[in-house]
């Protein structure tokens, strides 16, 4: 399990495999009951909550890594095998800008030509979207996130992309969510927290 501030190759090419395009996927959260998801191919998350001032992050950079390789230490290794550049996690925020406002990766499966494949994990991501909750949701949600993209990647060695396929379905619904809170909002998209909402200057976008 690796940690990097430096993440290697182009995150838009995360979906390339010799020039063709492969099954991996992201995990993105939005709203609280639903978890996080993931871009290309993810699950969805909760609408993430304003930004303040002055935060206090309920889980710091090194918990957060220990409790990665603790996760990925307990499982089993066939369902590692062929994840050439293992789980990394990446201190970065991730978001898609072609996704709903607010909405943000928690994880990729990615396969490269020349890294091959592997699983990111994004802190910042898991910061912005549950920055209100304990620390035993942050580990809830970060196993899920690392199981999700490890069924992306034993998809992908099979041939098929049935979690995929069911990413982007739920990427749909949070866009009808998305569409419909806009016509319900009587103030318009003209209002001034929409910056605030769903572009935070400090998100590293692709």
């Avoid at 789980?87 to 925020?93: E, F, G, K, S």
């Amino acid at each position: 399990m690796n940690s990097t501030g430096d993440p290697t190759g182009d995150p838009r090419d995360r979906r390339q495999r010799g020039g063709e395009p492969a099954p991996g996927g992201p995990r993105w959260e939005r709203g609280r009951p639903a978890p996080a998801g993931r871009t290309g191919r993810g699950r969805p998350w909760r609408p993430r909550p304003r930004l303040r001032r002055y935060r206090f992050v309920p889980v710091d950079w090194e918990t957060f890594t220990a409790w990665a390789e603790a996760i990925v230490e307990g499982l089993p290794p066939r369902l590692l095998a062929e994840l050439e550049g293992g789980v990394q996690v990446d201190p970065a925020a991730r978001r898609n800008p072609s996704d709903p406002p607010g909405v943000y990766l928690l994880g990729e499966y990615i396969t490269e030509p020349y890294l091959g494949r592997f699983i990111r994990i994004y802190y910042g991501s898991f910061e912005r979207v549950l920055i209100d909750e304990p620390p035993e949701v942050w580990r809830e949600e970060l196993e899920e996130t690392i199981l999700h993209e490890l069924q992306h990647h034993v998809e992908a060695l099979a041939g098929v992309d049935w979690l995929g396929i069911e990413d982007l379905r739920q990427l749909q619904q949070l866009w009808e969510e998305a569409r419909r809170g806009a016509r319900d909002d009587p103030r318009g998209d003209d209002r001034p927290g929409d910056a605030a909402q769903g572009d935070d200057p400090r998100c590293d976008d692709p």
